[in-house]
């Protein structure tokens, strides 16, 4: 198939990579140091657009590449009024998959937090928080795929109303640290006053948010509408 790529950092040149090496072609790069934009013939001549950019970007880069009708695969986090926006007003043959991560890994990570986490429902002793590490020029927090762990225990805990980045009384605690080239860690932390549970994915390498964007792009294609890692996860895999 036909790729488009907007936004060509690290992630987008890991996911070039990738989609090579599934025999795909990337037809369209557009960013800030290349000639090729949204509107333009190239572009529209990709099957499936994957975007990688920034929070302030994400929503106006879906928009145009919806807008030229090529189904759109995004990464970018923290831009979540935007993409609430987008979900609302999608049309016709518009196709749009939007996760917080990619990663077969995270996917497993995620069926195994939600399970974990209805168990401990039953057992208040145990208070959870989570920590998120990433490299240094990730600038926003916490990130996509703390928001998504913590969403799911927060859904089966009474006693929670949120999450906060700060200490709180009923709030979900996310900690995030910056640190090195960092690919991305996540720890989930069930602490009582007898023990510690502890869930954790730690990425070696950007190339498994990669494939996974590039399975989303191979996914999307003929599928209108909103669609979620979740439901692409269950059909994929069968379950």
Known sequence: M?????????????????AIARGHEVVAIVDRDTDIKIDSPQFRAADAAIEFTMPAAAEANVREALKQGVPVVSGTTAWGE?????????????????????????????????????????????????TETHHVHKLDHPSGTALMTAEQIIDTMPSLTGWSE???????????????????IHTVTWESDVDTLTL???????????????LAAEWIVGKPGYHTIDEMMSQILGV
Not at 207 to 213: V, W
């Open 200 to 214: 954790g994915h730690s990425a070696k390498s950007r190339d498994g948010f990669a494939l996974g964007a590039v």
């Open 82 to 130: 935007g993409l609430e926006r987008i979900k609302t007003e999608l049309s016709g043959e518009q196709a749009l998959i939007w996760s917080g991560n990619y990663s077969l890994g995270v996917n497993i990570f995620f069926a195994v937090n939600r399970y974990l986490a209805k168990i401990m429902a039953r057992f208040p002793q145990y208070q959870p928080d989570i």
């Open 166 to 184: 700060e200490p709180q009384e009923g709030k979900l605690l996310i900690n995030h640290i910056r640190h090195a080239e960092v690919p991305g």
């Open 2 to 18: 036909k790729i488009a790529l907007i936004g060509y950092g690290k992630m987008g040149h890991a996911i070039e990579r990738a």
